[in-house]
């Protein structure tokens, strides 16, 4: 299986948007199965963002909307059987 791009989230990833689409403000804790490490390179991705005040809590930025949003890749053999 190919790598996925960096610029599409993982499950672990994509879930964390989810969580903060519906609920912003959510506190570290709350966003499990992500740990530390996953919270932290999403900051650097800027997908998620810090609420002012508290750098537990978290927000999603319009580039976390936009990989949320982006349209997965499927493979060549499925494409040809979903035809």
């Given at each position: 299986?190919?790598?996925?791009?960096?610029?599409?989230?993982?499950?672990?990833?994509?879930?964390?948007?989810?969580?903060l689409r519906a609920t912003p403000g959510l506190p570290a804790v709350h966003l499990m199965p992500a740990g530390p490490k996953t919270l932290s390179k999403m900051v650097e991705k800027t997908w998620i963002a810090p609420l002012a005040g508290s750098p537990v809590r978290y927000?999603?930025?319009?580039?976390?909307?936009?990989?949320?949003?982006?349209?997965?890749?499927?493979?060549?053999?499925?494409?040809?059987?979903?035809?």
């Open positions: 299986m190919p790598i996925r791009a960096s610029h599409l989230p993982h499950y672990v990833e994509r879930t964390v948007l989810q969580k927000r999603i930025t319009p580039e976390g909307e936009a990989a949320l949003k982006a349209e997965i890749p499927m493979p060549r053999s499925a494409q040809a059987r979903a035809r």
